[in-house]
């Protein structure tokens, strides 16, 4: 599919952005101890990992990582300099692992999704990174209330432009009301993100015990990246036995079949005109496709019957 040239200019935008800000970044980095250094390489792993087994949301089209903790837990802890370069390295390495494999015809979506991907990590990042730069904080030991306050704007920030690039991108491509997809984004996630905030706090108060006390940070972060992925997986699995039911009518009566998927067509067409949730057009879609479930029931000389039905039938 060809991506829209208004799609194509804004991805090329936030690219420059992110090249500038990884430039930027380069050019200021620096390891203040060893410390630093295996904390840096921590997480990277950490970051790769939670970006490779993201948690994909379809209602959405979208994905949500427990690597948001780690990118603002290395933002607090070794500043704004290299937590960019960290998300640029555990972002772009995600992203050719989990696109390895693309087929020939694949590879420039491929790029295209890499790009935006990264890019948009690395300007999210950046900005609250530059926050903290512009009012002198380039770390937050979190020894006070002030530096809390501006734990929570960092997180803010990065949750705001987050959405904003995601929904940007994607009212660019399918032609979505951005205001309304964003606020369904925002009002839909806002707790995972809060969740992930409070795990980026905690791991940069355990850092300040020692290096080694983040570990003790990895057991409540993986616990929320397994219950989220689990919520997901059981709505997914949900939907999947509603999907069944529809082929089972259709196993009995291709009529009712087709007919339950135009009405569902047309039932998510007009919650999508009447600026639903996209939960709830969700919910619509499913009925919708098994509204004629009871059919199941019905004996096949009654439901296939070509005359009349008699009274009893």
């Excluded at 990264?118 to 900005?127: D, F, G, H, I, K």
């Excluded at 993986?222 to 992925?229: I, K, N, P």
């Excluded at 699995?237 to 196993?251: H, N, P």
Aim: charged content about 15%; glycine content about 4%.
């Amino acid at each position: 599919m060809r991506l829209p040239s208004r799609a194509a200019l804004y991805i090329a935008v936030l690219a420059l952005l992110g090249l500038a800000s990884l430039a930027f970044a380069v050019a200021r980095c620096s390891f203040a101890a060893i410390d630093e250094v295996v904390l840096f390489a921590i997480f990277v792993i950490l970051a790769l990992l939670a970006e490779i087994y993201a948690t994909r949301v379809p209602a959405y089209g979208w994905e949500i990582s427990s690597s948001i903790a780690i990118y603002l837990a290395a933002l607090f802890i070794l500043g704004p300099a290299l937590s960019v370069i960290l998300v640029f390295l555990s972002s772009l390495l995600s992203e050719l692992l989990l696109r390895w494999n693309a087929q020939s015809g694949e590879r420039r979506t491929s790029v295209i999704a890499i790009t935006f991907n990264v890019s948009q990590l690395v300007v999210t990042v950046s900005a609250a990174g530059l926050f903290l730069l512009l009012i002198n904080h380039p770390s937050l030991p979190l020894t006070d209330a002030f530096d809390y306050a501006l734990a929570i704007a960092c997180f803010l920030i990065y949750m705001v432009l987050n959405i904003t690039f995601v929904t940007g991108i994607v009212s660019l491509t399918e032609g979505k009301s951005f205001l309304h997809s964003a606020w369904e984004s925002t009002r839909q996630f806002f707790i995972q993100y809060l969740v992930l905030c409070v795990s980026a706090v905690l791991l940069a108060v355990l850092r300040s015990l020692s290096v080694w006390h983040v570990f003790l940070a990895l057991f409540p972060l993986t616990l929320v990246h397994v219950s989220f992925r689990g919520y997901v997986r059981l709505q997914t699995e949900a939907r999947r036995t509603f999907e069944q039911i529809s082929r089972l009518l259709d196993e009995r009566d291709h009529y009712t079949a087709v007919h339950s998927q135009e009405v569902a067509t047309l039932a998510v067409k007009i919650a999508t005109q009447m600026n639903l949730p996209q939960s709830e057009i969700e919910s619509i879609d499913i009925a919708a496709r098994v509204h004629d479930i009871g059919k199941v029931a019905v004996p096949d000389s009654i439901l296939l019957k070509p005359g009349p039905l008699s009274d009893e039938e």
